[in-house]
């Protein structure tokens, strides 16, 4: 009998098919990072957020590709549903290729800052840089207010959410923003197969969670430090860090990162401490109001969610990692004269096995949630 | 994630320190030499959300200056925190943001009315 017992689990034991356990201080640590959906909560800086008619008069300027100078593209032309709302393109094509990569905008509702710089502190200052920015909609303030007040069902359902269209062209291009956040808010990714594990382990249980994940998770919260930035139920930590992506556009030309956004954001007339802003305390300007310009910021790039990370290739601010792997190889193999001698100590070449790099993978592929795509409201605007 | 602020008050050993009264509900003393503060962080410090922290000094001291960094990474805050003062010693110091979990050390710069500054500093761990 104690012959069979030690055969059978000689053969579990070869075979992986005894779970993971975690230590406490590691089931401590993954526990941090749930629990998913966060509680929903409107965003005070935007008056419409949260308005059901706002939401859908966001959502039709969202595919509208008038909002363009030339007419030619829509917020939705670099944020595609069926793409996890990106583009699949290492950098962006507006009406020139820019540098950047287009993010995904699942879970948008939960950053602090805005943008791979975080030139933008709201979503709706967000929403309104890609509209004015010559390389991408070339649209203007002028050009989208007049949009707006030209087109009788979007004018009526304006003025349902904001009141009648203002004068004031900044004015109409806010609330054509704040509109669009409103919508954008909506784009909540669903539950994956780590929450599911996550929650079960609070309760103390667990799940049919795969081997190799649990060990990719073990890793995570562990040895590869990767919770230090991708902490919390989003993954991130909505800080900027410096990773070693070279941030050399072309030649004699930097993509200031982290540095160029703070002077933006601090010259931006649409930031929250500005009048545009809806929230009367100005508590939300918290960040924006102490936020330091330092040496460091060169370079930096925004820390991006985790979640969904699997459908949304290529990355790095420039898209220059095609897959997961490469992802997880840069960690593995980071060039260290490249970062700033001044800077941070925070990477470090991970020398990641190929098996070390297949269990990471698994466990990110477990942050995948069903696809996110909001119907709209086929019913004319009725004033 | 929650504070668990392991403090370390760089205490020089004076019994002639002055003491800013009993101490608050939750507040954290730190002191050294002849000169000693309360803080107390509102709300709780949470990695990645911004907190306040209310300070009461001993009479005569000023602050002006709270900062904090991550000495095994290298790096301090990626915020400029103000202060305000709020009358009979004690200071509002807002706009503080830690942005990883591990250990930040606190630094609050005082001076007293010969001008001197007293550097306090103490540690506080995010798990």
């Not at chain 1, 409107?42 to 007419?71: C, H, I, K, M, Y």
């Not at chain 2, 800013?20 to 410090?45: K, L, T």
């Not at chain 2, 709270?66 to 305000?84: C, F, K, L, T, W």
Request: contains cysteine; hydrophobic residues 40%; neutral net charge.
């Amino acid at each position: 009998m104690r012959f069979l017992l030690a055969l059978l689990l000689g053969a579990m034991l070869a075979g992986g098919c005894l779970a993971q356990s975690f230590e406490p201080a590691e089931v401590q640590r993954i526990l941090q990072h749930g629990h998913w959906p966060p509680p929903w909560t409107p965003d005070p800086s935007n008056r419409a957020s949260g308005n059901p008619a706002a939401v859908e008069l966001g959502r039709r300027l969202f595919f509208d590709a008038r909002l363009s100078g030339p007419g030619t593209l829509s917020c939705a032309s670099c944020h595609l549903p069926e793409q996890a709302w990106t583009d699949g393109r290492p950098r962006s094509q507006g009406q020139e290729l820019v540098d950047r990569n287009a993010p995904s905008l699942l879970d948008v509702r939960y950053r602090r800052w805005f943008g791979w710089d975080g030139a933008a502190d709201s979503l709706w200052a967000q929403s309104i840089r890609p509209l004015l920015d010559a390389r991408e909609m070339a649209g203007g303030a002028g050009h989208v207010a007049a949009v707006v007040r030209g087109d009788a069902d979007l004018a009526c359902r304006y003025r349902s959410v904001f009141g009648a269209v203002p004068d004031d062209d900044d004015a109409a291009l806010v609330g054509a923003a704040k509109a669009l956040a409103a919508f954008q808010e909506t784009l909540v990714s669903g539950r994956t197969a780590f929450d599911e594990f996550r929650d079960a382990l609070q309760r103390g249980g667990d799940t049919a969670y795969p081997e190799a994940a649990r060990r990719g998770l073990r890793l995570f919260v562990g040895d590869a430090g990767c919770l230090l930035c991708h902490v919390g139920a989003g993954f991130t930590n909505n800080e900027f860090h410096d990773i070693g992506v070279p941030f050399f556009v072309a030649q004699g030309r930097v993509d200031p990162g982290r540095h160029g956004g703070i002077q933006r954001l601090q010259q931006s007339s649409f930031n929250l401490l500005g009048r545009h802003n809806d929230d009367p305390g100005q508590a939300t300007a918290t960040r924006t109001r102490h936020v330091a310009l330092q040496h460091r910021n060169w370079g930096e790039f925004r820390v991006p969610s985790l979640r969904n990370v699997a459908r949304t290739a290529p990355y790095m601010h420039n898209g220059s990692a095609k897959s997961l792997r490469d992802v997880l190889r840069h960690y593995s193999e980071v060039d260290e004269d490249r970062l700033h001698a001044d800077g941070e100590r925070l990477i470090r070449p991970l020398r990641l096995t190929d098996r070390q790099i297949d269990d990471l993978v698994a466990f990110l592929e477990t942050l995948t949630s069903e696809s996110v795509v909001p119907q709209g409201d086929p019913t004319p605007c009725t004033p | 994630v929650r504070l668990l602020g392991a403090l370390s008050a760089l205490i020089a050993g004076s019994a002639q320190a002055c003491l800013p009264g009993p101490p608050a509900d939750s507040a954290r003393r730190v002191q050294s030499g002849d000169a000693a503060i309360e803080f107390r962080p509102d709300p709780a410090i949470v990695v990645g959300e911004p907190f306040t922290l209310d300070i009461r000094a001993c009479d005569g001291l000023r602050l002006v200056r709270v900062d904090a960094e991550m000495p095994e990474h290298r790096h301090g805050m990626n915020y400029q925190p103000s202060i305000r003062p709020l009358g009979q010693s004690r200071f509002r110091a807002e706009g503080l943001l830690f942005h990883m979990p591990g250990r930040w050390q606190l630094t609050f710069e005082v001076k007293g009315g010969d001008g001197v500054p007293h550097r306090l500093t103490t540690d506080v761990t995010l798990e």
